[in-house]
């Protein structure tokens, strides 16, 4: 038990709210509100202690029509929310969740999830995205979810709103450069510490030559080679809208892959010799990093080098985006900006060459 409890109370996480308990042996446990230290939970603590306090009814708790968390809970049997990638689901579920359970002032009993829908205003939205401005990317992530809640709302064969009120509260400026880019010092470091050969630098090299996202390789095997070329379709909005690619396997890569320990259904495969999950091959490459005294480099940064490394190099906004998969050139931009500086001031330089010739002439 945490240093910081009292004699018979324990939390409890089961569905990412932090909760307290009065729970004696033999006895139903008993819900006790507030945070450990406050008054509301002192005085509940000494009446359960004293046996004054009764019993928590077991049970989830039932939503009443037309509040917040009511609303939620029809966005979450709609289509709408269906049709989601699983990851997102079970993200924007937990944001959601978190946001109703949330009391409207520290310290008060009552609850975001119980505002009826016609009182959630934009001051209520932005209250709680204010409460996460130390994470403007948590924030903003608040304001999206109740955005899409919103909007299903809203729908004229719905009408479960009159408006929606996220439109209004804006997100917060985030960091524009996302992701570290990994530098060729970085890579070089990598490789130095994980061989050609071994797991480690098979994962690189699939991120490095294919500039894709670590779902979608922990998925590449044989059976996606076809003619020298990766065949697929990339994972991240496969069910709204599908982008399928033919990458040319890079001759490095081939090379690697030949001399590398695969599986039989993908290339990269975990101890126990079964595919990753994303998140799981996630946290197994951040350790890889770890190995290398590289500790701000993430998977995902690779493909952000791999893409700036293509600006570098000449590439067109196009050639990139048919590597990347991307369908605009927001994304691609952001990922080469700093490329694309030193390759026009590269050009620059050039042009003052031909102007100091021009004067000697």
């Known amino acids: 038990m945490p240093r910081y409890l009292k004699k018979y109370v324990c939390e ?87 946001m109703w359970a949330e009391p409207l002032k520290p310290g008060s009993h009552r609850l975001f999830e119980d505002i009826p829908v016609s009182a959630f ?38 009408e479960l709103a009159t408006t929606n009120p996220a439109r209004d509260v804006s997100y917060f400026k985030g960091n524009s450069e ?25 994962a690189l090299a699939l991120l490095q030559y294919t500039t894709q996202r670590r779902s979608d ?20 909005n496969r069910k709204k809208k599908p982008v399928t690619l033919e990458i040319p396997i890079h001759p490095t890569l081939q090379d690697i892959i030949d001399k590398s320990p695969c599986g039989d259904l993908t290339f990269l495969v975990t101890e126990f010799k079964k595919p990753f999950t994303a998140n799981g091959f996630g946290n197994w490459f951040r350790s890889r990093c770890d190995e290398a005294g590289l500790a701000h480099c993430s998977a995902h940064g690779v493909r952000k080098a791999a ?3 293509l600006a570098d190099r000449g590439a067109t906004e196009h050639q990139i985006m048919a590597m990347t998969g991307h369908a605009t050139s927001k994304e691609v931009t952001r990922y080469t900006r700093a490329a694309r500086q030193k390759v026009l001031a590269r050009s620059a330089v050039k042009l003052m060459d031909s102007a100091v010739d021009d004067a000697e002439e």
């Open 217 to 236: 390789i922990v998925l590449f095997g044989r059976q996606h080679v076809s003619k020298g070329a990766l065949k697929f379709t990339q994972q991240k």
């Open 121 to 158: 205003g934009p001051k209520a939205i932005r209250t709680l995205r204010d409460r996460k401005a130390e994470f403007p990317e948590a924030a903003n992530g608040r304001v999206k979810a109740l955005r899409a809640v919103f909007v299903f709302a809203t729908k004229k064969d719905v």
């Open 12 to 98: 409890d996480r089961t569905d990412g709210v932090l909760r307290f308990y009065f729970r004696r042996k033999e006895q139903k446990k008993i819900r006790l509100p507030g945070l450990p230290g406050s008054d509301e939970f002192n005085e509940a603590y000494y009446k359960a202690l004293n046996g004054v306090m009764k019993e928590e009814q077991t049970g989830p708790k039932m939503s009443a029509k037309g509040t917040l968390r009511w609303l939620c809970e029809q966005y979450f049997q709609s289509a709408e929310y269906k049709h989601l990638d699983q990851r997102t689901r079970h993200v924007r579920k937990l944001i959601i969740e978190h």
């Open 307 to 309: 893409s700036a490394g």
């Open 178 to 202: 996302g992701f570290h880019s990994w530098t060729d010092e970085e890579i070089e470091k990598f490789e130095a510490r994980h061989p050609i050969g071994t797991k480690a630098r098979l």
